[in-house]
């Protein structure tokens, strides 16, 4: 059974559409977070929630839009995709919003704006 | 935002020979944590270190938190193929709902 799961893991689509990247952990975990690595592997994070509450919120533009139904699912709406939005968006979970938990994470979405 | 530079920022080792890699910030962090990432994979933890000075070996992996607690070196002995790939360390503080900071990554390479 895989833990952090996120679907699509490929996504090509064209400047300034919107889109979705689910993401489901199975873990049991209370905090989630979203993740985006660049073209040179630096891995950034954008937004944490525990129990469906935002905890974390980084300088993200409002395009991004987090979503969490429920304490295993987050999901990540884009709006008005630009090109520098193309990356790798890992979803992550750990079992407490602390700072020194181990977070899992899924295995990306790679989306590439056209 | 601060960020953790990793040192260095590629290797190219021969099968067999010993790894060292390591991680510094500019402040303190009170919890370490080194992951690796496979081509087309998620981080995936390797070893998490707690305390000052704490040394952990996970197999042929053994790392260090740093007596300062801003830095922390990763080692990985007697290198196999599947020791390719990126190593992120990654510092974090258990003082409420704060965020890992990431390093920039060291990308190994194993040259046959």
Redesign the interface.
């Known amino acids: 059974d895989t833990a ?1 799961s996120q679907t699509p893991k490929y996504l090509v689509t064209q400047m300034g559409n919107d889109k979705s990247i689910k993401c489901e952990q199975n873990l049991g975990h209370d905090t989630m977070y979203w993740y985006k690595q660049d073209s ?6 954008m937004f ?1 929630y ?1 129990n469906k509450e935002l ?2 919120n ?1 300088t993200v533009p409002n395009r991004f839009s987090p979503k969490s139904p429920d304490k295993a699912h987050l999901n990540l709406h884009i709006n008005s995709l630009e090109l520098g939005d193309s990356a790798v968006y ?1 979803c ?1 979970s750990s079992r407490s ?12 979405t790679r989306l590439l704006v056209l | ?1 601060q960020q953790l530079n990793q040192s260095p920022q590629s290797m190219f080792i021969q099968e067999g020979e010993d790894v060292s890699m390591n991680c510094t910030s500019s402040s303190i962090f ?2 370490w ?1 080194w ?1 690796k ?1 496979d081509p ?6 390797l070893i ?1 270190l ?1 305390k000052a000075g704490e040394l952990t070996s996970n197999g042929r992996l053994t790392a260090q938190f740093g007596i300062t607690r801003k830095d922390s070196f990763l080692n990985i002995s007697a290198s196999i193929p599947s020791d390719v790939g ?1 190593y ?1 360390c990654a510092g ?9 900071t ?1 390093g ?2 060291t ?1 190994l390479t194993i040259i046959p």
């Open positions: 952090v040179k592997k630096f891995l950034k994070i944490s525990n905890i974390i980084e890992f992550a919003g602390t700072g020194t938990e181990t977070q899992y994470f899924g295995p990306g | 935002g009170n919890t944590l992951y990432q087309g994979e998620g981080p995936v933890l998490a707690y990126i992120f974090g503080y258990n003082f409420g709902n704060e965020k890992l990431f920039t990554g990308r």
